[in-house]
């Protein structure tokens, strides 16, 4: 079985000043904020997951969603380069941390954009969503990085959501989820199920036949559980209202590199 870590970081006292695209702003209460990120972490840790927290970035209002800094594949951690220039500060401390635990570094590099929440991976395969934070030259870097250790990465059209995992994620056995209305292209995936919330489209996977995944979809909750899988469900509301989902707040490291055991 592999080795099981997550880098997470804490929310930023600033965390209602966040980007929002796609959804009009709504109050944030940061107490609430706090007490869910906690929980999220604890259900990581009762999933037998160990995390590893990247110091926080108080100045940072979007800080608390890591997953936009990095793509990791294999020992390979490739930094992004958000594509909201608000989030360029967080990506340094979110490499140093990775760094620490034996990865190596790559970098997307300037005029490319790519935000870690743009990309789904699966089974070598590696789909990059296209759209406001992500661009094709973005793309074409992280392929560069990827393929040769074995990736496919395939381009998405992306144009109705923020990342492309704000409308599908993978299931443990590959079948990709998403909210219909959000998804430009459903045929783009061989196996597609269709949540019937749209936050139901969010899972984490924790184990091989396990799931993580926000607590206001519990029709798509019952959906997976009628799969055969064992599913978590977390409050992440405060999350939500700046498009975060349960992806955002952890960058999954499935398999530590050798380095990492000394």
């Known amino acids: 079985m592999d080795v099981t870590h997550a880098l997470i970081r804490r929310p930023s006292p600033r965390l209602e000043e966040g980007e929002v695209t796609h959804l009009e702003r709504r ?3 940061a107490g609430l904020a706090r007490t869910q990120w906690e929980r999220y972490v604890e259900a990581l840790h009762d999933a037998g997951w160990t995390t590893h927290e990247v110091p926080a970035a108080p100045e940072c209002p979007d800080s608390v969603f890591v997953e936009d800094t990095m793509v990791v594949y294999g020992d390979l951690a490739v930094i992004s380069r958000p594509g909201a220039d608000s989030r360029v500060p967080e990506t340094s401390a979110a490499e140093q941390s990775v760094a620490s635990l034996g990865y190596r570094i790559a970098r997307i590099e300037a005029p490319g954009t790519l935000d870690g929440g743009d990309v789904l991976k699966w089974g070598g395969t590696v789909w990059v969503g296209v759209g406001g934070r992500t661009n094709e030259e973005g793309v074409r870097q992280l392929a560069a990085h990827l393929e040769p250790l074995g ?11 923020l990342h492309l995992k704000t409308a599908v994620t993978a299931l443990p056995d590959g079948t ?14 061989p196996s597609f199920l269709a949540a019937p919330e749209e936050s139901g489209a969010h ?10 995944m926000a607590a206001d979809a519990p029709r798509t909750a019952q959906l997976l559980r009628d799969r055969g899988l064992e599913v978590t469900e977390v409050d992440i509301s405060e999350y939500e209202k700046l498009e975060g989902c349960v992806t955002c707040l952890s960058v999954r490291l499935r398999g530590m590199p050798p380095s990492a055991h000394r």
């Open 27 to 29: 109050p944030v209460d």
């Open 151 to 161: 990736a496919r990465v395939v381009p998405v059209p992306l144009t109705k959501v």
């Open 203 to 212: 899972v984490v996977v924790t184990g091989a036949n396990a799931v993580l």
């Open 176 to 189: 990709v989820i998403g909210y219909e209305p959000l998804v430009d292209d459903a045929s783009v995936w």
